[in-house]
């Protein structure tokens, strides 16, 4: 086919793949509604519990049904044995890696595996959401030679993933700024991971399959991994005064500056400002501030690529929440996904709802129709 007659959109820019009724966001405007409640009336107000439940059910829940979900989520609070043995087998792995065998493991162990229903997909989508915090502490411990730290059977959902850290419960504000962090990344519509769990289930693949696939694109430190990159570049900075100059240096030579940038906002992320709210009260508390100037130093010296759309994006601020707090940092990315998982469980339900296979094309600028030559007589 001629070019003229190709629409090409390389990286599916600005394509619309479908309609949903859970995430809206408007990248212009800087603007996140999960289910049309604002992002920042969510951080402020909401917990992790509720807004899980807002995503998969599409409406805010009352007490009774709040309750009932958070038994839910505490019951199930519990992996099986087959995946620590899995665990312990890779667990010199990069943690994502360790996260996405393990849940691709747990297929196995599931007593709704072969349910397709809406029901059982949320069953599983509540499941996965309490067993990947679960997975992620118990193979930071494995790893050091310790055993895992039960689930508390009544902490809520952040402060118990900070539990399992050490076996000590964190501050309240701690848990609240956990809390928000995993607000704000519970969803974020077709981004790359949400676009791969989709494309999955688009082939009628199972729930876990989408969901192992989704780890492995949000692994990337063009999605996920930004977080872990962030810390690098501030220690790499060192201190606030060199800033401008190492941020000058990336640029010229042409390498991103991680934790900027987005393909959808082209305004602030309204995301970050509550991780940035959070990096400068903890800072204090904590008396350490040397790593929220340095981040402020670096945004400072970005000002000028806001003009061309480029500003802090989630995990610029993300990276700095989860070490004050003291959590090692190949665990940042894994963060992201224990936040990610009611929102790729919707995601899965909305595909599945109306599914069809997704399936865009390749224009073909190779050559065509040469001559096939044996082997023999090649040069
Ligand atoms: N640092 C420096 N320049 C940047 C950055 C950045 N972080 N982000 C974009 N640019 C520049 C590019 O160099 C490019 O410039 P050019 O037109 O002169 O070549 C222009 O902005 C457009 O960049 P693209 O890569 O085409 O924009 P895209 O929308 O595809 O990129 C992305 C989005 C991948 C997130 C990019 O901004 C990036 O690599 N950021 C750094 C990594 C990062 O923080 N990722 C986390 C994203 S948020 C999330 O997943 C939670």
């Known amino acids: ?3 003229k007659e190709i629409s090409l959109n390389r990286g599916l820019q600005g394509v619309y793949l ?5 995430t809206f966001i408007d990248g212009k405007e800087g603007v996140l509604e999960y289910s049309g409640y604002n992002i920042h009336d969510l951080a402020e107000n909401s917990n992790f519990e509720e807004t899980s439940y807002l995503l998969m059910y599409g409406e805010l829940p009352n007490q009774k049904q709040l309750d009932e979900f958070d038994a839910s989520l505490k019951n199930a609070r519990v992996l099986p044995q087959q995946a620590y043995d899995v665990i312990d087998i890779v ?3 990069h943690p994502m890696d360790v996260l996405r065998t393990t849940i691709s493991t747990l297929s196995s162990f599931d007593e709704d595996r072969d349910d397709f229903s809406e029901d ?11 067993q990947v915090p679960i997975i992620v502490m118990a193979h930071n411990r494995m790893r050091k030679g310790l055993d895992p730290i039960e689930s508390s059977k009544t902490l809520p959902h952040a402060a118990n ?13 701690t848990a609240k700024l956990m809390d928000t962090d995993f607000v704000v990344h519970a969803d974020h519509g077709c981004n790359a991971s949400a676009f791969t769990t989709r494309v999955v289930t688009g082939t009628n693949a199972d729930f876990y399959g989408s969901i192992t696939a989704g780890i492995a694109a949000l692994s990337g430190p063009s999605h996920g991994g930004a977080a872990e990159g962030v810390m690098e570049l501030a220690k790499d900075v060192g201190t606030p005064e060199n800033a401008a100059a190492h941020v000058k240096n990336l640029l010229a030579n042409r390498e991103r500056v991680m934790g900027f940038g987005h393909r959808v906002y082209k305004a602030a992320d309204p995301r970050a400002k509550h991780l940035k709210d959070g990096v400068k009260k903890l800072s204090e508390e904590k008396g350490e501030t040397a790593w929220y100037e340095i981040l402020l130093a670096v945004q400072e ?5 806001a003009r061309r759309g480029i500003h802090a994006n989630v995990d610029f601020f993300a990276g700095a929440v989860y070490y004050l707090i003291g959590i090692p940092q190949d665990l940042f990315v894994p963060i992201f996904a224990v936040g990610r998982i009611p929102g790729w469980t919707i995601q899965i339900l909305e595909q599945m709802r109306h599914n069809i296979l997704i399936r865009p094309l390749l224009q073909y600028t190779g050559e065509r129709s040469k001559e096939y030559i044996p082997i023999t007589k090649r040069d």
């Not at 010296?301 to 690529?305: D, G, K, N, Q, S």
């Open 18 to 22: 479908d309609r949903t009724n859970t």
């Open 1 to 3: 086919m001629a070019d």
């Open 161 to 173: 993933f900070l539990y399992m850290l050490e076996g000590e419960e964190p501050s309240e504000d």
């Open 301 to 305: 010296a970005m000002t000028p690529y």
């Open 91 to 93: 667990k010199d792995s």
């Open 120 to 130: 059982a997909i949320i069953r599983k989508g509540i499941r996965l959401t309490s």
